[in-house]
């Protein structure tokens, strides 16, 4: 399952998102962040299922008329 | 107690002569068995079952080596040249837990190392956290931090193998002959380990460690169900060799091609200080 990853480097700073990784589960996916993304010290990290990303809108299918 | 005992020391040589020994001993084994789990971490950078895990245990490998790297630099405070102790030795000499003497023959074995040995220097470590030895003390939390991401790892991935039919007889198995192994490392209550409780050094030995790992292994164990055959609850201290923590059973120490790796001697040519 892929997950994407969020970040901040300090309280009160807007999530940015990071990048992603594959794991199996909720908890390995934690881990995971944490070990691959461990570049920067962060102030918080979290991961969530690529999959449970809800899209709001899309600018290329709303110029072709909507989905 | 006396108040002249339980006074802080800031360095060794505050530390009554028979505490100073024990505390020294028992940071070798601390820092050998870190040095021995990085390396057995190392081994599966490449060959883990996902990239991810991979990199997982690229980095705990690092912390390990972190951690020895600086067990090893406060022997300093003991009159030991932490050169020597690192790349001098030989593998019989090594103070490693014994269960890390030969490297996991597969990916079950390492998360068992990772919850069980892993879990078990850390046990070891917390009885720091109130030392009135205060290098220690002052050290112990940063590196409870970072182990918390290798508590992490391993009940993530032990929870996944057990849940899985074709990989929790593999877990089971190297779990079972592992966990009388590891009780026994945390050794007898006597010698140096009841000095160093009786100095505040640390604030458990032997069978108080034992219970503290049990209960925070609980969770993984039950997961292995009513099957579990654990041998040796209560561990025979017979030829029990506790400056190395090493029974009779429990072999010589490492292998000497895992101590040529840890030392570096195939380039230690190039070590040019």
């Known amino acids: 399952m892929v997950y994407e990853v969020f970040a901040r480097k300090a309280r009160g700073e807007a999530l940015r998102h990071i990048g992603n990784l594959n794991a199996p589960d909720d908890a390995l996916a934690a881990v995971y962040a944490f070990n691959t993304y461990d570049e920067e010290k962060w102030f918080d990290l979290w991961v969530v299922p690529r999959d449970r990303m809800i899209e709001a809108y899309n600018a290329d299918r709303a110029a072709a008329g909507g989905a | ?273």
């Open chain 2, 1 to 273: 107690m006396s108040a002249e005992t339980t006074a802080e020391a800031q360095r060794a040589d505050e530390l009554e002569p028979e505490v100073r020994g024990a505390v020294r001993d028992l940071i070798l084994v601390l820092a050998d068995s870190k040095r021995l789990l990085g390396t057995r971490y190392a081994g599966w950078i490449l060959g883990a079952p996902e990239l991810e895990a991979g990199i997982a245990a690229a980095s705990m490998a690092q912390d390990e080596w972190g951690h020895a790297r600086l067990l090893y630099a406060m022997l300093k405070d003991f009159g030991e040249d932490p050169s020597v102790i690192e790349h001098e030795r030989s593998a019989a000499e090594y103070r490693a837990m014994p269960v890390l003497d030969a490297p996991p023959d597969n990916w079950p074995e390492m998360v068992a190392l990772n919850v069980l040995v892993d879990g078990a220097l850390t046990v070891q470590l917390r009885a720091f956290r109130d030392s009135r030895y205060v290098p220690m003390r002052q050290r112990v939390e940063k590196l409870l931090e970072e182990e918390q991401f290798h508590t992490a790892h391993g009940a993530a991935w032990f929870r996944r193998l057990a849940g899985a039919p074709e990989a929790v007889v593999a877990l089971r198995g190297a779990v079972e002959p592992m966990v009388p192994r590891v009780l026994r490392w945390f050794g007898a209550d006597a010698g140096s380990a009841l000095v160093l409780e009786d100095a505040d050094v640390v604030d458990g030995q032997g069978s108080e460690l034992r219970r503290r790992w049990l209960e925070r292994v609980a969770p993984q164990l039950a997961l292995l169900g009513e099957g579990l055959e654990l041998a040796g609850l209560e561990p025979d201290f017979a030829g029990f060799d506790e400056a190395r923590r090493r029974g009779q059973e429990d072999g010589d120490g490492p292998d000497e091609e895992t101590i040529r790796r840890v030392r570096g001697d195939r380039n230690r040519a190039f070590l040019m200080d």
